[in-house]
């Protein structure tokens, strides 16, 4: 891989790393490496490791993460949300943030969500994640991700952090920006990332990220924090960045974040800031890719624009009917699911389920202002893909499941009906004891509610 690399990005590099070069451009030139992130609410390390067949190598900066021998995407226990693959390294931002029940947080730039569902658990039932990323595309991913995932603490917007800087400053205790970036660290698993490098694309990043960063801050109260990070070495887009970002925020200050781990690698030190506290993770240096990560606080004393804003309208447009179907669906289908009515959100003729936590900004800007749940149709109710994430075995009325190496699995994913004797209802389809989608028995025959999607192609 390295004879590839462009000899400018070499140059550089071998200005940061000095003897450690060589090291680097092997590591570069060596395989991928490959991690999951357990989810603790559906999964153990021995129960993932029975369903997985394997050893799973602990991540030592995360406690949910684990490298994997390769890419497990294709296993059923990833379509029902037990793990998240990502590489080790991109496990790094969320774990600066650390435990934080109860933290209202905006994850800036959140697709496909590698950082959002491991910030969903950092903060708990009683906490929340306003995830939000400005390309609609992307977010689609997000959704996906989230809905195998099953938090029931999420929402999503998909603004640019300038405007929602705008509707809603101060209000979090906590922000997250994983910044685009001209991706350096991804080289040895994306060669087109290779091929867009330029020094004109870090140059073009590093402006757009100093942008956002400024952006971000004003979006955290005083006293809260600010994780910056990016998934590239170039001092421009990391330690620069955050050393410009001191010096025009006086009322900042960056807290050590390459002390978290033996394996983290100090960041260089830049215009007289303490960029030494943050975080560079190298691929020579450990299992992962090359990831940058500063932990940022904002002083107790700063001064305050306004208060924030805890509680805004949750945009219920109410259509009795929507209530009226859902209830009638949870009771026959989903008994185990204990629903607080205050959670509840109608949007005409959908249902949310929203997080616990107040959330602090105006509805209409809330793609999804929680788990949907479905929508009501016209004589009958018909379930979300999110809610069938969610659910376990446990909690519903009809379930089918089959074992991994079972071929209706295939026709399942594929999107086909499948013969299934038993009364006409909702069936959850679980594997590894949990939603993977719905399917509509009726004749004894199960037909596909699995989103197109989803499906796989023949
Ligand atoms: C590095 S990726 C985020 C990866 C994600 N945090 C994860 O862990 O899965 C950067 C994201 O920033 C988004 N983005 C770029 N400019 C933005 C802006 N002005 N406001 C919000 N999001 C932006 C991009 O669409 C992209 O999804």
């Avoid at 001064?303 to 924030?308: E, K, L, S, T």
Wanted: charge should be neutral; charged fraction near 25%; aromatic fraction near 6%.
């Amino acid at each position: 891989m390295s004879a590839h690399l462009p000899e400018e990005f070499v140059r550089r590099l071998g200005g940061v790393l000095g003897e450690e070069l060589p090291e680097f451009l092997a590591a570069l030139a060596a395989r991928p490496v490959h991690g999951l992130r357990i989810n603790t609410r559906k999964a153990t390390r021995d129960g993932l490791e029975r369903a997985l067949g394997l050893r799973l190598e602990p991540v030592s900066w995360c406690p949910t993460g684990f490298v994997v021998p390769g890419s497990l995407g294709a296993h059923l226990a990833h379509r029902a949300g037990l793990f998240y693959l990502q590489e080790p390294s991109a496990m790094g931002p969320a774990e600066a943030l650390g435990e934080q029940p109860g933290a209202v947080v905006a994850d800036l730039a959140a697709a496909p969500g590698g950082k959002t569902t491991r910030l969903a658990e950092l903060v708990g039932s009683d906490g929340l994640v306003a995830a939000n990323d400005v390309d609609g595309r992307r977010l689609r991913s997000l959704h996906d991700n989230l809905d195998r995932w099953g938090a029931d603490n999420v929402v999503t917007m998909s603004l640019s952090i300038d405007r929602l800087a705008a509707i809603a400053p101060e209000a979090f205790d906590a922000a997250v920006l994983d910044a685009p970036c001209s991706g350096e660290g991804l080289f040895r698993r994306d060669r087109d990332a290779v091929r867009e490098w330029s020094p004109a694309a870090v140059r073009g990043a590093a402006r757009r990220q100093a942008r956002l960063l400024a952006d971000a801050a004003r979006l955290v109260r005083p006293d809260g924090l600010l994780i910056y990070s990016t998934c590239t070495f170039a001092v421009e887009e990391n330690e620069e960045r955050v050393a410009v970002f001191l010096a025009e925020h006086p009322d900042w200050e960056v807290e050590d974040a390459a002390a978290a781990d033996p394996a983290f690698a100090r960041g260089v030190d830049v215009a007289g800031q303490p960029t030494e506290r943050t975080a560079l993770l190298w691929p020579h240096r450990l299992r992962g890719e090359g990831h940058f990560v500063a932990r940022l606080r904002r002083h107790r004393d700063a001064p305050g624009r306004r208060p924030a804003r805890r509680r805004a309208s949750d945009g219920t447009r109410r259509d009795p009917r929507t209530r009226a179907a859902w209830e009638t669906f949870r009771r026959a289908h989903t008994p185990g699911l204990r629903v607080p009515e205050d959670l509840l959100v109608t949007r005409d003729d959908r249902i949310y389920l929203r997080p616990a936590a107040d959330v602090p900004l105006p509805s209409d800007v809330l793609v999804r202002p929680g788990v949907s749940l479905g929508r009501a149709r016209p004589g009958r109710f018909e379930p979300a893909q999110a809610l069938a994430g969610l659910l376990a075995a446990d909690a519903v009325s009809s379930v089918a499941t089959w074992p991994d190496e079972d071929p209706r699995w295939a026709e399942y994913l594929g999107g086909a009906e499948i013969p299934d004797p038993g009364p006409d209802a909702w069936v959850l389809v679980c594997a590894h004891g949990w939603g993977i989608g719905w399917a509509r028995r009726r004749g004894g025959v199960l037909k596909n509610f699995l989103p197109r999607a989803l499906r796989t192609r023949a």
